[in-house]
């Protein structure tokens, strides 16, 4: 069972990346997934969930601006991020479970793409 994210990088405040995570060893249209992000010297944060029947939640920071998506063919998730602001700079980490939850108690975790936003 394995989780990898990808589509991390650097981009200018204003800019757009999008992430992606792909399952292996397991069917991701059965898990909820979602999307977390670690800053230098912050905890990790939950920033978004797709269910396994596509319903989407997102923090507030990133209402409007970050979009997450799941394509249950190529059990790969992706979240669209726009608009990025260098706040939105961190590691980002995605992360399956049963239904979407709001802490980390995931039962699945990839590893972290690093996002960096310059202004």
């Known amino acids: 069972v394995q989780l990898q994210a990808s589509g991390g990088g650097l981009v200018q405040a204003g800019g757009s990346l999008r992430l992606s995570c792909a399952a292996s060893g397991f069917a991701l249209y059965h898990y909820a997934i979602g999307w977390f992000r670690q800053a230098p010297g912050k905890e990790r944060e939950w920033v978004s969930c797709?269910?396994?029947?596509?319903?989407?939640y997102y923090r507030d920071s990133v209402t409007g601006r970050f979009t997450i998506s799941r394509d249950n063919a190529k059990n790969t998730a992706y979240l669209q991020m726009n608009d990025l602001k260098p706040e939105d700079t961190a590691v980002y980490y995605c992360?399956?479970?049963?239904?979407?939850?709001?802490?980390?108690?995931?039962?699945?975790w990839g590893q972290g793409t690093l996002v960096t936003v310059s202004s």
């Open positions: 797709i269910s396994d029947s596509g319903s989407t």
């Open positions: 992360a399956a479970d049963p239904i979407c939850k709001g802490t980390r108690e995931y039962d699945y």
